[in-house]
């Protein structure tokens, strides 16, 4: 079965700091990623999505991830973090036949210090 | 603009009790779905629909329901609410390509005492 892994639960950055937020994914087929941000207490927003192409992503927000086959990751990545982007932030995979569908990470919770 | 709307917003039941909760969107998107959201497992999959008439099983279907009689609106029911799916529960769509995206709406927060 499809699975999606974010080995941190909580990340501390300081404002002006990168930031890297890992994920591992477990699909049999090429796959279709995503990110997702959460504010408290919001729906949730899609950072960016990689479904085929250039391995390098940018989204919103001045997001952007890599997408490895070979370690099976698309780590999201922002050189400079702003106080604004504290929120959860999720992973998640397509799947079933038109991977519409999505199984999601357990999300990562980002602090940003001052 | 196009949106997609949940309600209620905070629904509090007790065991055994039916609840629907209500998901309406206004993107004219054939494929609709039902998520949980727990502390520690992300979103896990409820339903899901690709057009009217449709629905399908995800990973955590057990003691919910859904119907679609129209494009617009996938009810999600609870047909004997449990104190174990207490939980805070998104509706989404998308478009048909699989490139397109998947919109959230707000959420609904179901306490089940």
């Known amino acids: 079965a499809q699975s999606v892994t974010q080995p941190d639960i909580h990340i501390t950055v300081s404002e002006g700091a990168s930031l890297e937020l890992r994920c591992n994914y477990s699909y049999g087929a090429t796959p279709y990623l995503f990110w997702y941000v959460q504010s408290p207490g919001q729906g949730l927003q899609l950072l960016l999505k990689y479904f085929s192409g250039d391995t390098l992503v940018q989204g919103i927000k001045g997001f952007e991830a890599e997408f490895k086959r070979s370690q099976s990751s698309f780590n999201l990545r922002k050189p400079s973090v702003h106080w604004s982007d504290a929120a959860e932030y999720f992973c998640?995979?397509?799947?079933?036949?038109?991977?519409?569908?999505?199984?999601f990470g357990s999300g990562t919770r980002l602090q940003v210090q001052p | 603009d196009a949106e997609i709307t949940q309600s209620p917003r905070h629904k509090i039941t007790e065991t055994g009790r039916q609840v629907t909760l209500a998901c309406h969107q206004t993107?004219?998107?054939?494929?609709m779905f039902w998520y949980r959201q727990d502390l520690g497992h992300g979103l896990r999959l409820i339903h899901y629909?690709?057009?009217?008439?449709?629905?399908n099983k995800g990973e955590v279907s057990d003691g919910y329901s859904v119907s679609r009689s129209n494009t617009e609106d996938l009810p999600l029911t609870l047909e004997s609410a449990a104190s174990s799916q207490t939980s805070v529960y998104f509706c989404?769509?998308?478009?048909?390509?699989?490139?397109?995206?998947?919109?959230f709406g707000p959420g609904t927060r179901l306490t089940v005492l």
């Open positions: 989404a769509s998308s478009g048909e390509r699989d490139t397109d995206t998947q919109y």
């Open positions: 993107w004219n998107h054939n494929n």
């Open positions: 629909s690709y057009g009217v008439q449709d629905t």
């Open positions: 998640a995979v397509g799947v079933d036949t038109g991977r519409r569908a999505l199984t």
